[in-house]
């Protein structure tokens, strides 16, 4: 394939360049409809490589707080700015459907998804859900409905869930957003009165994408907005041909995301491995004693932050309750009390730092010193008096040091061979004086 010159559009965004990839909307028609007539084109703006210029995007909304979506709106790497423009090279651009960002309203909104579902989009689609799924037959059996979108030729509601049924088997991916769509999460907690599921328990085990995929789980309450673009990306960036499928878990979780736990990478993570633990929030120590579950959740809001890298649960003051688990809330409940499994590893901690501890302050005293300092037995320092270290502190360095040099080279002039002749030392200046000791012979000698 001959190679293409790519122009990357500016960042940050200009109006004008955002108009020229998405043109202007028309509030009155569906956005389905509009790409539809730009079919065949090759200046049909999308992606910048390969052969998938536009990838459609359906999000529905079933028991949900609408959380995932302000989430996702705060995603920086990449953004949702990038995917709709189709900034990324080789992303396709996504057309996104969405009840609540999308200009369209009414018929005109829902068209776009009739559309897909009867195979007339002439582009890839992905479905994304957000929030769990109720049973409607509970529902309906008093006349009602738990969470719909649209009506049908009767006037009747549509269950979101239909919707799901209806774009699922044509979807080259179903992205279950959030904690509620991957496993129920509050809704289908300890009581449940909705019924309400996980995408993945309503689809089923034998449920596979167009591309071949089982349901792509994005957990959390609410959802990291990276977790969710950077995984969208990575799918699109596939379908195009352009990059490997992604690794996934055995429970559909983008690997690279959630394979570590939250205390792997915390930022309390050594005042737990020193056995120094908070009695009360607000304390900057490690939580687990106040209810923290991070040693056994997987997550990755510790190194990726909420937004933009920045903030996440212990980074900001509070603990884990394991909302991307799938056992969240009620495996996690009372979230005031402390993990029973602390009892054996927090103090075992306990224990060890203790010891710990107090040698690893012998070590930090020494390193906390210049060489020059331990020749002069002084520290110049104008804030206050440094303590030389005591004759039992210097033997255990000693014996420290030679543990350290083992089998190793010691840095500095050590060996006889190495040595200035006539006992040059460097650094040549002695403290307080501004010429080397040698230097100021030499120039005594001329006179
Ligand atoms: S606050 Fe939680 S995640 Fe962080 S070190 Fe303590 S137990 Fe681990
Ligand atoms: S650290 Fe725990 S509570 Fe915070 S987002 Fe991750 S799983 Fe949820």
Excluded at 212 to 218: A, E, R, Y
Excluded at 347 to 363: C, D, E, K, N, Y
Excluded at 376 to 396: C, F, L, N, R, T
């Amino acid at each position: 394939m001959a190679q293409q010159e790519i122009k990357l559009p500016p960042s940050p965004l200009v109006q004008a360049d955002v108009k020229a990839r998405v043109g202007t909307p028309d509030l009155l028609t569906s956005s389905a409809e509009r790409e539809l007539q730009m079919i065949p084109g090759d200046n049909r703006p999308g992606a910048m490589l390969g052969p998938i210029k536009v990838v459609h995007a359906f999000w529905l909304a079933g028991m949900s707080c609408d959380g995932c979506s302000v989430a996702v709106t705060g995603a920086t790497a990449p953004s949702v700015e990038d995917l709709l423009i189709g900034r990324l090279p080789g992303v396709p651009r996504l057309v996104l459907h969405h009840p609540v960002v999308s200009v369209e309203a009414g018929d005109a909104f829902t068209r776009n998804f009739r559309l897909a579902a009867e195979g007339k989009l002439n582009a890839p689609y992905v479905v994304i859900y957000e929030g769990s799924i109720a049973d409607e037959r509970l529902a309906a059996a008093t006349g009602g409905y738990w969470s719909g979108m649209g009506f049908d030729e009767n006037d009747q509601p549509i269950p979101t869930s239909k919707w799901l049924q209806d774009l699922s088997a044509g979807a080259a991916a179903v992205i279950a957003i959030g904690t509620c769509a991957t496993w129920g999460g509050i809704p289908a907690a300890y009581g449940n009165p909705t019924g309400s599921m996980s995408v993945m328990d309503f689809l089923g085990a034998d449920y596979r994408s167009a591309l071949g995929l089982p349901v792509v789980n994005i957990p959390g309450c609410s959802p990291v907005g990276d977790n969710f673009s950077e995984t969208v990306a990575a799918v699109l960036l596939f379908l195009n041909g352009l990059g490997p499928l992604p690794e996934f878990d055995e429970l559909g979780r983008p690997a690279w995301l959630f394979n570590e736990t939250v205390h792997q990478r915390c930022v309390r993570a050594g005042y737990y491995e020193e056995g120094i633990f908070a009695d009360e929030y607000g304390e900057k120590e490690c939580l687990v004693e106040i209810g923290c579950w991070g040693p056994v959740v997987q997550c990755n809001i510790t190194s990726r932050g909420a937004i933009n890298h920045l903030g996440g649960c212990m980074n900001t003051g509070g603990i884990c309750i394991g909302c991307t688990m799938p056992g969240f809330p009620d495996r996690f409940a009372p979230f005031y009390k402390r993990p029973p499994g602390t009892i054996i590893s927090s103090s075992g901690a306990r224990m060890i730092g203790s010891f710990v501890r107090p040698l690893r302050r012998i070590t930090m005293q020494f390193q906390n010193r210049e060489t020059r300092w331990d020749k002069d037995e002084h520290v110049p320092s104008g804030w206050g008096h440094v303590a030389a270290p005591s004759k039992v502190e210097k033997a255990i360095h000693y014996f420290y040091e030679k543990w350290q040099y083992l089998n190793a080279a010691r840095p500095g002039r050590t060996e006889k061979e190495e040595m200035y002749p006539g006992g040059y030392e460097v650094p040549g200046v002695r403290s307080g004086e501004s010429v080397p000791a040698d230097q100021e012979r030499e120039l005594r000698r001329k006179g």
